[in-house]
C-alpha cells in the first residue's frame, strides 16, 4: 500500500504563517503538519510515501528529503487550480500504483491525524473507503460559533456514502464528518482514473470550473456512478488546520 500527500496550497488564513512557508509546515504543537502525517503513515506500515506541492515547492521539497519520500511532484497552477487537479499532477504515481497492484491512501496536508486512523484505513476492505468522524460535532463546537456555518453534508444509506461535501440545512444532514482522508483499491484506481479522463473540460462542477474542481465534489461524481463508498468511522482524534485558532485545539494523539 502507498500514500499520496496533496501539499500544494497556500494557505492564505494561516497568513503570516504561510508567508514563508507552504500551508503543511505550519507548525501545530511544535511540530509541522506534515510532520505528524508521514509519522503516522509510516508508523502504520505506509512505506512508500509521495507528496504533491504547490506553493514554495523547493523549500517543502528539502525539508522533506529526511523523511525519504518516494517521489515527488509539482503543481505548477496550484494558485489557479484545486484539489482534484493537484492529485493528477501525480498521475505518474496513481499509474503506478496500479501496475504494482498496491491500494492508495489520499491525504490532504492541512489536517493532523495519527496512526490508529491510518491503521483502520489500511485494514478497511473495499474499492473506496473514506475516514468519517462521528464525533466531528464536539471539534467544530470548538473551531466556531455555529458549526453549521462551516460543516458539510454526510450521509449513508445501506452501509454507503451517498452524500459528502453539501451545504448542511440541518445537523441531520450530518451523519459524520469527512475528514480529508481516503483509501482507493489498486483495481478501482484504475477506473478513478478513465473517469477523470471522461469528464468534461467544460462543465462546472459545482460552482467551479474542471481545474478548480473540489475533491468532494469529484468523489460525489464517484459515489453517484458507482455507489461504493464506504465510511471508515473514527471519533475524534484528528483536526484540521484551516486558521490560526485551529493552531490552540487540542487532540490527544496516539
Not at 29 to 47: F, H, S
Not at 213 to 223: N, P
Amino acid at each position: 500500500m502507498k500514500a499520496l500527500i496533496l501539499a500544494a496550497g497556500f494557505g492564505s488564513r494561516l497568513l503570516p504563517l504561510t508567508e514563508n512557508n507552504p500551508k503543511c509546515m505550519v507548525e501545530y504543537n511544535g511540530r509541522k503538519i506534515i510532520d505528524y502525517e508521514i509519522e503516522a503513515l509510516k508508523k502504520a506500515g505506509i512505506c512508500e510515501v509521495a507528496v504533491v506541492g504547490g506553493y514554495l515547492f523547493d523549500t517543502l521539497k528539502s525539508y522533506l528529503h529526511k523523511f525519504d519520500i518516494a517521489a515527488f511532484y509539482e503543481n505548477k497552477k496550484y494558485d489557479k487550480t484545486n484539489m482534484v487537479s493537484t492529485m493528477f499532477c501525480a498521475r505518474e504515481f496513481l499509474e503506478s500504483c496500479i501496475s504494482t497492484k498496491s491500494d492508495l491512501i489520499i491525504s490532504y496536508a492541512d489536517i493532523v491525524y495519527f496512526s490508529d486512523t491510518i491503521s483502520k484505513l489500511k485494514d478497511s476492505i473495499g474499492e473506496l473507503n473514506i475516514v468519517v468522524d462521528k464525533a466531528w460535532r464536539s471539534l467544530w463546537e470548538r473551531r466556531f460559533a455555529n458549526p453549521l456555518d462551516d460543516a458539510e453534508s454526510l450521509k449513508i444509506k445501506n452501509g454507503k456514502i451517498v452524500e459528502l461535501g453539501k451545504k448542511a440545512s440541518s445537523y441531520d444532514d450530518i451523519e459524520g464528518q469527512y475528514t480529508g482522508l481516503f483509501k482507493m483499491s489498486y483495481k478501482f484506481l484504475s477506473d478513478v482514473v478513465k473517469f477523470y479522463d471522461s469528464l468534461n473540460r467544460y462543465d462546472m462542477y459545482d460552482g467551479k470550473d474542471f481545474d478548480n474542481m473540489y475533491m468532494t465534489s469529484f468523489l460525489q461524481r464517484i459515489i453517484d456512478k458507482y455507489n461504493n463508498a464506504n465510511p471508515v468511522f473514527i471519533e475524534g482524534n484528528w483536526c484540521e488546520i484551516d486558521f490560526k485558532s485551529d493552531l490552540e485545539i487540542v487532540i490527544n494523539g496516539k
